[in-house]
T-cell receptor
Framework: QKEVEQDPGPLSVPEGAIVSLNCTYS??????FMWYRQYSRKGPELLMY????GNKEDGRFTAQVDKSSKYISLFIRDSQPSDSATYLC??????????????FGKGTKLSVIP | EAGVTQFPSHSVIEKGQTVTLRCDPI?????LYWYRRVMGKEIKFLLH????????ESGMPNNRFLAERTGGTYSTLKVQPAELEDSGVYFC??????????FGPGTRLTVL
């Protein structure tokens, strides 16, 4: 079983729709939970990160963490064509070597159709 | 402020050759990381520098990979000799604080 599972999609939605992206994980040691956005031929860009269970909002984006279910979500409200990208979840645990290692999901490719 | 830069953007080499990838982190960032994404797989951690010291190199796949960070500034990742399975995109990231990593655009390596 992979440590982080993420449906690769692709996911296609009409402009203005609410988008829900999800990841599940198996490693209870994960402490920090991130969402990255990656445009084609670019590096991942950090959108949000959370530490505790609950919701965190930033503009049109809401990150949700449920540690009891080992499940995280990213919601995008009023989706725009410019949101079309690959969204990667990532989780961080202390490696025991003085480092917090990021473990990524495979990414979900999102297309927002005008 | 300039972001993380990587050079080259794309490298095509033959099996057995040597390739050196370079990463210039954001100025002032002590933490520098290398990651790799091979075809169809997730982005995987390779190693982490704090200034010029290797903090964690547990993700390095084998001894054909050598990473250095000169004077705590830029970093290089050398693959010698390259094998077919080394093909992929190599990302560098830097941060002031761990967990807030800024990624470069990546170097796409193709080994023929």
């Amino acid at each position: 079983q992979k440590e982080v599972e993420q449906d690769p999609g692709p996911l296609s939605v009409p402009e203005g729709a609410i988008v829900s992206l999800n990841c599940t994980y198996s490693n209870s040691a994960f402490q920090y939970f991130m969402w990255y956005r990656q445009y084609s031929r670019k590096g991942p860009e950090l959108l949000m990160y959370t530490y505790s269970s609950g919701n965190k909002e930033d503009g049109r984006f809401t990150a949700q963490v449920d540690k009891s279910s080992k499940y995280i979500s990213l919601f995008i409200r009023d989706s725009q064509p410019s949101d079309s990208a690959t969204y990667l979840c990532a989780m961080s645990a202390y490696s025991g070597a003085g480092s917090y290692q990021l473990t990524f999901g495979k990414g979900t490719k999102l297309s927002v159709i005008p | 402020e300039a972001g993380v830069t990587q050079f080259p953007s794309h490298s095509v080499i033959e099996k057995g050759q040597t390739v050196t990838l370079r990463c210039d982190p954001i100025s002032g960032h002590d933490n520098l990381y290398w990651y790799r994404r091979v075809m169809g797989k997730e982005i995987k951690f390779l190693l982490h520098f704090v200034k010029e010291s290797k903090q964690d190199e547990s993700g390095m796949p084998n001894n054909r990979f050598l990473a250095e960070r000169t004077g705590g500034t830029y970093s290089t990742l050398k693959v010698q000799p390259a094998e077919l399975e080394d093909s992929g995109v190599y990302f560098c990231a830097s941060s002031q604080v761990q967990r807030e990593e800024f990624f470069g655009p990546g170097t796409r390596l193709t080994v023929l």
